[in-house]
Each structure stands twice: as structure tokens, then as C-alpha cells.
């Protein structure tokens, strides 16, 4: 079925799991992404990646890993991106096959009218299509306001458009400012509070304090001194590893796919071109060298291992720093061999 504006909110607040395909298409694929995480998070649910390489050599894949049980309980989205005409086989396997498990999202660009693959999500009852265009002037105020409700902030228009402009009118950008302006608040949803214009300078953007990206972006570059340091200086009894381990992850999620169609043969710098806004100014140099250095089945590896810490992290006594520092040190030790 095709989701409107009005109605898409809620189908990924309150998901049905009775739907099998979300499939988020458009220009803005920034804003694909973040709905895409939007519903994992109301679904509790981790991400697990597959390929749209893989589901074309084996269609019936896809049914599969969305009716796989999830070893350590609960929800497994299984996350395609790209998601290309190669995937359309395993989608018919996946709508016409029994009932499943995990939802399946898939993130792609613009498509035509004519594409396989939107007819099937725009016509089925097991599906949810929805096309994202990047939001501008009052529509980016709304989005703003929208997202920061979630996180239990009231946001006035004039602030709203505020932080829109400096996230360049990127979903994922601004949904990423707002739950750290919500932290610093002390607000949540059955707490809400006021943000202001105090609040956003103190911690806005620019503010580098806590910037776990970093240390996921020493371990893809290879810098081993630069990232021993950085974990030499975590504190002992921190609870940083997790959130870590989710920026190296969100890192994963934006080279992934970018790092498929080059292998299609895309040049890198259009790739670069094309992602646009979805990249803070100062991280396109090392996204750059990251789209040259690793291969795509390289970061599969590395996705697979990252989640796999998560979930000890999450559910077994591992010293977490420990853990981590061996993790993102082994990462790096492999970029230094590409």
C-alpha cells in the first residue's frame, strides 16, 4: 500500500506486524534512512543487512531471513540497501510465501513509476511504500517539530527552522541533534520541556564532546596510535561502548551501500556527489578514503562483527572496554592490510 504524509508516522510508530515490505524510496535518501530507523526503534528491533546481490543469486533468501528466529529474542529487521530491480524476485517469494518473523526494510532512491519493485509495494497489503523528498521552508519546520515531539521537546517555529537550516533539512541529521538537545534537557515524551536557543548553543552541532563517530572512523582508516589513545583516555568505568558501537554502525549503514555502487561501477566522486547532504561537511574527507579502501563484502564482515559485540555488550558480563578496544583495534589493523 502506498503511505501519504499523514499516515506514515503512524504506521512506523505503531507498526502493524502484520506488514512484511517497507519499502522507503525518493531523492532524499537520508530521509529514507531515518524513517527506516524510526520503525526499528519502535520495534525494539535490531538491524540485520543483506545485500541486494545476494537476494538476486538466491531469491528465496530474503523470505528466510524474514522468517529466521532471532537467537537472542526479539525483533530482527532485516535492513536492503540499496535496494535495486535485483531484490523484485525475492520480494514476490517474500508477499506470496507464509507468514513471517522480522519485517523487511528497504531503502532506495528515486524510482520510476514503472519499477517492478514499487508496483509490488504500492499493491500489496503486506507492504507499506512510501517516497521521501527532502522538505523545505515550513514543511522542514514541521518535520523538525515532528521528530523533536518524539524526543519530548516543545519547539517553536523560529527554533524549529533553526536547527532545519543547520542540518540542512536532512531528517537524520536534525533527529540526531534533537535526541542529544533531548539528553541535555532532561526531556523524554512523558516529560517534555522547552528547547530553546540557550540550549542549542550550548550543545549544538558543533559541539565535539562525546564524538563516538571519531573512534568508529579512526578503526576504518586504519589509525591505530590515533585510536589506542582515544580508548586509553575512555573512562574505566564509562558507559560508552554501546553507544559506540552504534556510530560505527550508523558509519556502516552510509558506506555500505555507497561502497555497492561503486563496485557497479560508479565513479566515487559522483557517489560522493549524490549523498549530498547527508554528510556533515567535515566527515566527506574520510567517508572519501573509506568508499576507496574497503570492499563491500569487507564491511559485511565487519557489520556482522559489530553486531555481534552489541549483543554481548548487551547480554553478557564482557568488560566493555576491553571488548571494544579489541574490536575497534582488530578494525583497524585490517584497514592498515587493505
Known amino acids: 500500500m502506498k503511505a501519504s504524509k499523514t499516515s506514515i508516522g503512524r504506521s512506523l510508530d505503531q507498526p502493524n506486524r502484520a506488514?512484511?515490505?517497507?519499502?522507503?524510496?525518493?531523492?532524499?535518501?537520508?530521509?529514507?534512512?531515518?524513517?527506516?530507523?524510526r520503525l526499528v526503534e519502535?520495534?525494539?528491533?535490531?538491524?540485520?543487512?543483506?545485500?541486494?546481490?545476494?537476494?538476486?543469486?538466491?531469491?528465496?533468501?530474503?523470505?528466510?531471513?524474514?522468517?529466521?528466529?532471532?537467537?537472542?529474542?526479539?525483533?530482527?529487521?532485516?535492513?536492503?540497501?540499496?535496494?535495486t530491480k535485483d531484490i523484485e524476485e525475492g520480494v514476490i517469494a517474500l508477499l506470496e510465501g507464509p507468514a513471517t518473523e522480522n519485517p523487511v526494510i528497504a531503502i532506495a532512491g528515486a524510482l520510476p513509476k514503472a519499477s517492478g519493485l514499487l508496483k509490488l509495494a504500492e499493491t500489496s497489503p503486506l507492504a507499506v511504500a512510501f517516497a521521501s523528498y527532502a522538505p523545505e521552508g515550513e514543511d522542514a519546520e514541521g518535520m523538525v517539530i515532528d521528530i523533536?515531539?518524539?524526543?519530548?521537546?516543545k519547539i517553536a517555529p523560529p527554533v524549529a527552522a533553526r536547527v532545519a537550516d543547520a542540518a540542512g533539512n536532512d531528517q537524520a541529521i536534525a533527529a540526531q541533534e534533537l535526541q542529544k538537545l533531548a539528553l541535555y534537557l532532561d526531556a523524554s515524551p512523558h516529560s517534555p520541556k522547552e528547547l530553546d536557543h540557550d540550549a542549542i548553543d550550548a550543545v549544538g552541532a558543533d559541539n565535539s564532546e562525546g564524538d563516538f563517530l571519531r573512534l568508529a572512523d579512526l578503526a576504518l582508516t586504519g589509525n591505530v596510535r590515533e585510536l589506542a589513545a582515544a580508548l586509553a583516555r575512555l573512562p574505566a568505568a564509562g558507559s560508552e561502548a554501546i553507544p559506540i558501537v552504534r556510530s560505527l554502525q550508523r558509519r556502516l549503514l552510509m558506506l555500505a551501500p555507497a561502497r555497492a555502487r561503486v563496485e557497479r561501477g560508479e565513479r566515487p566522486d559522483a557517489v560522493m556527489t549524490s549523498l549530498g547532504r547527508a554528510?556533515?561537511?567535515?566527515?566527506?574527507?574520510?567517508?572519501?578514503?573509506?568508499?576507496?579502501?574497503?570492499?563491500?563484502?569487507?564491511?559485511?564482515?565487519?557489520?556482522?562483527?559489530?553486531?555481534?559485540?552489541?549483543?554481548e555488550l548487551m547480554f553478557t558480563p564482557v568488560p566493555e572496554r576491553e571488548a571494544l578496544g579489541e574490536e575497534l583495534l582488530a578494525i583497524a589493523r585490517k584497514a592498515r592490510s587493505l
Open 19 to 37: 506488514i512484511r515490505l517497507y519499502l522507503f524510496h525518493g531523492q532524499d535518501e537520508s530521509q529514507s534512512r531515518a524513517l527506516g530507523a
Open 42 to 83: 519502535a520495534l525494539g528491533a535490531s538491524r540485520f543487512l543483506i545485500s541486494a546481490g545476494t537476494i538476486k543469486s538466491d531469491p528465496a533468501s530474503l523470505a528466510d531471513e524474514a522468517g529466521a528466529m532471532n537467537l537472542f529474542g526479539g525483533v530482527r529487521a532485516v535492513w536492503i540497501e540499496p535496494a
Open 148 to 153: 523533536g515531539r518524539r524526543y519530548g521537546l
Open 279 to 311: 554528510l556533515f561537511w567535515k566527515d566527506k574527507p574520510v567517508l572519501g578514503q573509506l568508499l576507496q579502501k574497503w570492499r563491500a563484502a569487507d564491511l559485511a564482515t565487519v557489520a556482522e562483527r559489530a553486531g555481534r559485540l552489541e549483543r
